[in-house]
């Protein structure tokens, strides 16, 4: 189902970008009004009221959203009332983000730039905490997994201080966001109208009863309700429970806390896939329906730090890809590789290597139909760099050449990432394709992701994930190569003239 879903929001994408091979780029900032230039006086300000896009940016206090877009600037505190966008720019938030009651935020829709074709929506920083009231919806953060893919992919880094607190909430959908507290999703999900997995029409088709806000959003015509969390990285607890809906994900995310899933409802069988997080906490899953399950095309499991119990257990073996992903792409009568959806943390060996990179080609035509860097209203630079690679080491050992073809499924590697002029920073998500890729005694095809930021300084810091795993085979066929490894790591080195060519990595490995 997620794979449907993602091609029901954007074009089959061209390219999905990895790698960590890259030249830095630079531009000017966008001069922004500083804070207080308005007065104390200001008071709220009506979204009726709003400057063109592009204008210049200021603070605004208590400011309130019935609809329509949310231009770039700096807030003491939103209010979202009606069906709002954040579509361009840089957007600060010093306070809390309130989405009220049947209210819509769309904050993954792109537009930035507004010229040509746009990449991205506004880059969001809030500095308090992000309330999604009773039957309200809240989208924010964008990559190549739901809006930012096609016709040109890109990634906005949001930041949330504070925790994302969700009560009857109809959807919750979270990219490539850092949130420095707790995710909380409690109840909601759009309840038997949902569960249906119906999606609104384009008008003039008659509205579906009761999928209101979500309906609303053009964006998301021909979309059930679901709510889903990947990418991202989670400061506390993760909990999601009583949500019922059509689908349910979280995938590569990074959890500081601990996690739990309590009885969740799904309408397609598909649905709750859990796969990829690093859970620095313990995990609990009960009474989920469907239980928790490998992805649509194979995933790598869960791995947790301390206890995993229910059905997220340690001991819990599942078919990788799901039984129900097979059947619905016509795959049946094969099956997926048995794997455990959780691996202990404490069961993986530590491993020291190296990763070294090329950079042979900077994303453009044909392959996209813009040539990078892309320059946002903001001044912020989006690239996209191709290359080679190479582990070696005691852990994982192997190399791969981009030979042309689509980066992320292809040999190769790729980075998409942001560079940030105003304080010098960057920050990326990079992805490896190796074909044969060794380790443990075993070879075979591997994938990993890579997120990472560049200090002003030149310090490159982040944390990769292995992603890939599983695969549909006929009844009694041995896993092949490196089907089920698991397992994480961490990644630093320096940037030296603008470029990073060497990573020292720190593995933690093994099978599942």
Known sequence: MRTRLIQMLVVPLLVVLTGVGFALVSSSAATAAPLGSFGPTFG??????????????????????????????????????????????????????????????????????????????ATVSIGGNVIVDQGAVLLLGCSPNISCGAPAPGISFDHVAGSIEASGAQGVVIHSTAIGGSLSITGGGGGPAA?????????????????????????????????????????????????????????RNQIGGSASLVANAMGDPDATEFDENLISGGLTCVQNSPAPQFGDSGAAPNIVDLNSTGQCGFGVVLQNPAPEAIESEGLEPDVGVNEHLVVSGQSLGTYTGTHTSTTVATLGPPASPLTYPVTTVAGDQIFADLGNFTFTGNGLTGSATYSGGPPGQSPGEAILGTAYPTNGTVSFVAYDTCPACSFGGQTGMVTLRFYGTIAASGSVTGTFFITSGGAALPPGTPAPGLATVAGYGTFSGTAVGGAVASLTLVEHLGFG
């Open 195 to 251: 569960e249906t997995c119906n999606a609104q029409s384009p008008a003039p088709a008659p509205p579906i009863t009761n999928l209101e806000p979500w309906s609303l959003d053009p964006n998301f015509d021909f979309t059930p309700v679901f709510t889903d969390v990947e990418d991202s990285t989670i400061g506390g607890n993760f909990t999601i429970s009583g949500l019922t809906s059509c689908w349910f994900g979280a995938l």
């Open 44 to 121: 709220a300000y009506n979204i009726g009221a709003a400057p063109t896009v592009g204008s210049p940016t200021g603070l605004y206090f208590n400011y309130t959203c019935p609809t329509g877009a949310i231009p770039p600037g700096t807030y003491g505190s939103i209010l979202v009332t009606g069906i709002c966008y954040m579509p361009t720019g840089n957007i600060t938030v010093e306070g809390d983000v309130t989405i009220a009651p049947h209210a819509l935020l769309d904050a993954v829709t792109p537009g930035d730039p507004t010229s040509g074709t746009p990449v991205v929506p």
